[in-house]
């Protein structure tokens, strides 16, 4: 049902992705910041590549955005005129991914994904195509009022801060030896980079887990029978049963175990029950 609390929780959501456009000019510019991608760039904006490109022409020419860069944010793809929402539906339009609309709407995209299995197992959606935008749950409402606050800090800190291009999503996707389900996020960034602890905690695991595949892996353990996973490092840089602080380095991104380039897989779990990473931020 798309009734009207969920038109509330949509305004809400407008106001978070304003309070993250930052640059000189105010809400409709972004200001490039080391070690951001477009794709980054057009998570955090709720804009899709395609419409970023088309409203910056340097960015028809380059490959890479750069720090320093003021990006405009088209208007047409601002918050509130965001998605034309008509009995929860919405219209792909070109160049969108699951990843963009789930965040246009506060969900996740194994939320948007349970309303339109059709789309499961990594199926690409095409401009023109109708999706189902299921109500969101209580959890995703409480991450974007969290989100909304700005000054308050989050209860999750982003393990990579600088660094939000998502290489693959939580959820079932499709390799070479036929579907498997992916519990986490893998986040892109340059080997080394320092991963940090999403949550205060104490470390359950940190070693090498080639058995499994995880390569270098620390594993935290938090309040609540939260438990967080990092996995693929070049190095761990804390040890079994210590102690850390929400934002501590724990270990750095590499490409151990079974792993396909460079970067970060992310999980979080619920008392081991796998959660989708992005529905906590
Ligand atoms: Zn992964």
Redesign the pocket.
């Known amino acids: 049902m798309w009734g009207g609390a969920s038109w509330g929780r949509a305004a809400l959501l407008g106001a978070v992705l304003t309070a993250g456009l930052t640059g000189v000019a105010g809400a409709g510019s972004y200001r490039v910041k080391a070690g951001d991608t477009l794709s980054g760039i057009a998570v955090r904006t709720g804009v899709s590549v395609a419409a970023l490109r088309a409203a910056n022409p340097r960015l028809k020419t380059a490959d890479a955005v750069q720090a320093g860069w003021v990006l405009t944010v088209p208007t047409s793809s601002a918050p509130r005129a965001a998605a034309p929402v008509k009995a929860g539906t919405y219209t792909v339009k070109d160049g969108e991914n699951l990843t963009v609309i789930a965040r246009r709407f506060g969900l996740s995209v194994t939320q948007l994904l349970g309303a339109n299995p059709q789309y499961r197992g990594g199926k690409a959606v095409w401009a023109g195509a109708k999706l189902v935008i299921p109500p969101r749950t209580a959890t995703a409402s409480r991450a974007v009022t969290v989100r909304a606050t700005g000054s308050r800090p989050g209860r999750w800190a982003w393990p990579l801060p600088g660094y939000h291009a998502i290489s ?1 999503d939580y959820g079932e996707r499709v390799l070479d030896a036929g579907p498997e389900m ?1 519990y ?1 996020v ?1 986040i892109v960034a340059p080997h080394g980079t320092p991963v940090r602890a999403a949550r205060s905690g104490r470390v359950l695991e940190a070693r090498a887990d080639f058995e499994r595949g995880w390569g270098w892996t620390v594993v935290l353990e938090h309040p609540d029978g939260w438990i967080t996973r990092y996995a693929h490092l070049s190095a761990t840089l804390v040890r079994a049963g210590e102690l850390v602080v929400q934002g501590q380095p724990v270990g750095r991104v590499g490409n151990t175990g079974r792993s396909t380039g460079t970067h970060l ?1 992310f999980g979080t779990y619920l008392r081991w029950d796998p959660r989708d990473p992005l529905s906590l931020y």
């Open positions: 693959s992916h986490g893998d897989h």
